[in-house]
Structures are given as structure tokens and as C-alpha cells.
């Protein structure tokens, strides 16, 4: 997959505002500072497509951008302590009302490599699983680790969530490593999702 020009379309707060597109929706999910604007940057090979922020919970809308054949749903940051209870509860009723009314194509949620999983990060993948929303784990920050810890590390925390060890990508910001691996997961998500597309238009 090439992405030419990928664009921001709109931020919202509200789930009436929920974008509908007949192209696949991807979604981002992580917790706070994981560095979701950072890979979403790093996928559309812009510095500043998604704003960045060395303060977590910088994220607290639904924030859409057209990558051409998808659209990527940026979630909001989970787990961040200095905020509110309420502005908490919000933030998860959003996230849980975007999945319910969402037709999500695929969802890539975030961990940061150098820690392992939180409470939070498991709750949001058994989530995923109970809910049948097909995922992929990425490890963000690969360049703050020696080259040779990356693979043991990757591996360490697949046993942790419990998936293989090839469900899982490393990657990079900095360096753009792992960037090729999650365009080239892109391309079998999205040739998964038409496929299916074209069954229940032939029905």
C-alpha cells in the first residue's frame, strides 16, 4: 500500500456525530502518550498530520482523516490519571458508543514495547476479543531499545495479552521501522474487508 495524501477530515465529541463511510474504517486505540499521533504521522509519512503532545490526554475526540482507500479513527487516550472521574467515564462512554455504531474494519491497539501491558491495555484487548473485533497489536518506541531486545521484548509481551507473537508489529516513529509491516497489514485488512464487501452486495 502507498499512501499518497492522507488528510484530516474532522474531530468529534459526540457520537450523533460519528462519521459513515463507505469505505473501511480503521481504528487507533492506546492509552495516553502510547504515541498514537505519532504512528498515525509515521503511516501517512507527514510530521504533522496528527497533532502531537508531550502531555498525555492531549486526544479527548474522535479524530477522523482520509487515507484514501480507508478511513483512520483516531480514539482518545485511555488510563490518564489527571483528569476527572467524570471526564473519564466520558471518555470511555464515547469510546464504547464509537464501537457499538462503528462498522469497524480492523482496529490496531497500542502498547508502548517498553512496558509491559497495563490494567487498562487488557481491559481494551479483551474487549476486542469479546466483542469479535478483528485487531492488531502494535508496540510503539522500538527505537528507545537496542535492536537485539526488540524481538525478545515483542515476544514477552505477546505472552502477556496472549496472542502469537506474528499478531504483533514493532514499530518505530522515529525511524519509521515497522512501517512497511503495518502498510502491508493494511493491504490484507482492506483486501479482507472488500471481499466481504462484494459477498453481501452479490446477495
Not at 64 to 76: E, K, R
Not at 114 to 134: K, V
Not at 168 to 173: C, D, L, P, W
Request: with cysteine; glycine share 6%.
Amino acid at each position: 500500500m502507498i499512501i499518497r495524501d492522507a488528510q484530516f477530515i474532522t474531530s468529534v465529541a459526540h457520537e450523533s456525530n460519528f462519521l459513515k463511510s463507505d469505505r473501511p474504517i480503521v481504528a487507533v486505540a492506546g492509552k495516553s502518550n502510547v504515541g498514537k499521533s505519532s504512528f498515525i504521522n509515521m503511516l501517512a509519512n507527514r510530521k504533522k498530520l496528527a497533532k502531537t503532545s508531550n502531555t498525555p490526554g492531549r486526544t479527548r475526540l474522535v479524530n477522523y482523516f482520509d487515507f484514501g482507500p480507508f478511513i483512520l479513527a483516531d480514539l482518545p487516550g485511555y488510563g490518564f490519571a489527571r483528569v476527572s472521574k467524570e471526564e473519564q467515564r466520558r471518555w470511555g462512554r464515547l469510546m464504547e458508543r464509537f464501537f457499538e455504531r462503528t462498522e469497524i474494519a480492523h482496529v490496531f491497539s497500542l502498547l508502548d514495547i517498553r512496558h509491559d501491558p497495563t490494567a487498562e491495555d487488557l481491559q481494551m484487548i479483551a474487549y476486542l476479543y469479546h466483542y469479535a473485533l478483528p485487531f492488531s497489536i502494535v508496540c510503539t518506541k522500538a527505537d528507545k531499545l537496542g535492536k537485539s531486545k526488540v524481538k525478545p521484548r515483542t515476544a514477552e509481551i505477546a505472552a502477556r495479552v496472549k496472542v502469537g507473537v506474528g499478531d504483533i508489529i514493532a514499530t518505530s516513529a522515529e525511524t519509521a521501522y515497522g512501517r512497511d509491516a503495518v502498510l502491508s497489514r493494511l493491504d490484507g485488512i482492506l483486501a479482507v474487508y472488500n471481499e466481504a464487501f462484494d459477498d453481501c452486495d452479490g446477495e
